[in-house]
Each structure stands twice: as structure tokens, then as C-alpha cells.
């Protein structure tokens, strides 16, 4: 017999329409906790309002005090003065502390503690050594390998240079980072040298120079070009006080190699003065000939 037809008509539609939908019920059937599962659903009492009530009822009723004891009653009133914690007469807010040093403090990248040092070796006065632009072109983080292991430590090559034609480089190794920029900067301002420009503001003659696996091409421009090249020859041209220069970097762009290449090409022009005295013609000839002077 079909367990079905022991129910009342209205659920046995319900049941006939669940059964002709998803399975048919057997009284042999094993899944015997289906029928309960579906007589929940269509019972004719609802218990979710009865569900919702007993939810209210729990969130309505009042909380009870963390701490037991505690009445608001007991607290005292803060409308009303107190002669222990309240102060009579005027309140002066003390003045808040200044923390920051009032003489700015140079970092070591910046300033350079030797000075004196400097100045005795280069001859320089220690206004003009504070005075010298100072670029930190390449820092990178480098590996000796020994027989004790991997040593790391920070490679920084700093280029310097007063804006008038004198220019130098340095390279510095340390294990931090400061400390290896102020070795890289010393250096390049021991290493100082003056770079000869035409009228103040580019080369003399176009030059192509090699170094290792990198070769540049300079060629000089007219006035008002403004400095075209790779960024590393647009420090170093603004370092020594070249303003119209175009440049092209071949083979390696390896920012060293570009730089020593740069100021090494820029060592190696040619004067008017030595062109004049290899050629056998004097100083004006030469420079009617080659720069359109008189």
C-alpha cells in the first residue's frame, strides 16, 4: 500500500506533486527520513514565526553589567565640582616640547666631513669643495667570493662637478650605503680635472671613443640644442657645464662603462692649440678653418 493515501487529501496532493517531481514514496522504500524531511515542508503550523519570536525575546531583553555590583548611580556626578580633582582659577596649558634640533643636520651623502683634508689636496677652498654637485649615478648591492664565503656589500659610483668645466668620478665599496657614497664622493673630488669646452657650452669636434664593450659617439651641436644623449652622459654633461651635446651609446649600456667611457672621450679631444702646432699653420688659421671664427 502507497504510504501516501494515509495522509489527508490536501497533503496527499502536496506529497503527488513532490513525488512526481523528484522520487516516489514506497513504504519498503530505505529512505524513510525523506517523508519526514518533506512533511516539515508542508506542514500546515508554521513554527518560523514562533522561531523569529523566541529571537526577539532574546535580543530584547536587557544585557546584563560586565561587572557585577556596577550601578550608575554609585558613579559621581561630573556636572558637579569636586575639590580633589578639579583645579580652581585659570588653567595654563603647559607649552609642548620641541624635539627637532634646531641646526638642520647634513646626512654623509650630502656633506662631506673632510673638508679640511680635501681642500689641503686639491687646493680647492672648503666654500667651493661644498659647493660642487655631487651625483649618486649608480648604487647596486655586489658579492666578493672567498675562500670564507659571499661577502656583500654596496658598490656607488658618485660623479662631481662644479657647472665651470671641472669634473671627476669615484667609486666606493662599504657595507653601508652612507658610509660607501662618502668614500665614492672623496674620491671623486681628489680626482678632479678640467675639461676644455668650446664657447662655454659644447665640444670642440665630434668624438667617438671605445671602452671595453661600450662605444659612444658625441657630436657637437649648435646653440640652444640642449643636451640629448643617455641619461648618464646628461649628468655628467651638466656636471662639467656643457649645455648643447647630442650623444649615442653602442654595444654595452652598462652604466660604469658608459660613464668612464664619457670621460674618457672627453679627455681626449683635441685643442686648436695642438692641432695648429702638428699641421705646421698658426693658431687664427686654424680657427678660421675648422671653427668659422676669425
Known amino acids: 500500500m502507497n504510504l501516501v493515501a494515509k495522509f489527508p487529501i490536501p497533503l496527499r496532493k ?42 526577539n525575546d532574546k535580543f530584547s531583553r536587557p544585557l546584563r553589567p560586565r561587572v557585577g555590583g556596577l550601578d550608575i548611580f554609585r558613579l ?5 565640582l569636586d575639590p580633589i580633582l578639579d583645579v580652581s582659577g585659570t588653567i595654563i596649558d603647559p607649552s ?19 673638508t679640511d683634508a680635501l ?15 655631487k651625483k649618486t649615478l649608480i648604487i647596486k648591492r655586489v658579492i666578493n667570493q672567498t675562500e670564507k664565503g659571499r661577502i656583500p656589500s654596496m658598490y656607488v659610483l658618485v660623479v662631481v662637478g662644479n657647472g665651470k668645466g671641472v669634473a671627476g668620478f669615484g667609486e666606493g665599496k662599504h657595507d653601508e650605503v ?39 659617439k658625441l657630436w657637437v651641436r649648435p646653440p640652444g640644442f640642449g643636451i640629448r644623449c ?19 651609446v653602442f654595444g654595452s649600456c652598462n652604466g660604469m662603462n658608459v660613464i668612464k667611457c664619457t ?30 671664427t676669425k
Open 14 to 55: 502536496s506529497f503527488i506533486n513532490v513525488a512526481n517531481n523528484a522520487f516516489v514514496f514506497n513504504e519498503y522504500s530505505p529512505k524513510k527520513h525523506l517523508i519526514l524531511h518533506h512533511l516539515r515542508a508542508f506542514s500546515t503550523t508554521s513554527t518560523s514565526t514562533d522561531t523569529n519570536k523566541d529571537k
Open 76 to 80: 559621581s556626578d561630573i556636572s558637579k
Open 96 to 114: 609642548f616640547p620641541v624635539t627637532r634640533p634646531s641646526v638642520v643636520i647634513t646626512a654623509p651623502e650630502t656633506e662631506s666631513d673632510d
Open 119 to 133: 681642500s689641503a689636496v686639491t687646493g680647492l677652498s672648503p666654500s667651493e669643495i661644498r659647493d660642487l654637485q
Open 178 to 216: 652612507p658610509t660607501a657614497i662618502k668614500k665614492a664622493t672623496n674620491k671623486a673630488i681628489k680626482s678632479l680635472r678640467y675639461f676644455e669646452r668650446y664657447d662655454d657650452r659644447t665640444l670642440y669636434h665630434d668624438i667617438e671613443h671605445k671602452f671595453h664593450g661600450t662605444t659612444i
Open 230 to 248: 643617455n641619461h648618464y652622459i646628461h649628468e655628467i654633461a651638466k656636471c662639467i657645464g656643457i649645455q648643447d651635446l647630442s650623444a649615442k
Open 263 to 292: 670621460f674618457e672621450a672627453l679627455n681626449s679631444q683635441k685643442l686648436p692649440s695642438e692641432i695648429a702646432k702638428s699641421r705646421g699653420k698658426n693658431l687664427v688659421d686654424v680657427y678660421h678653418t675648422y671653427y668659422g
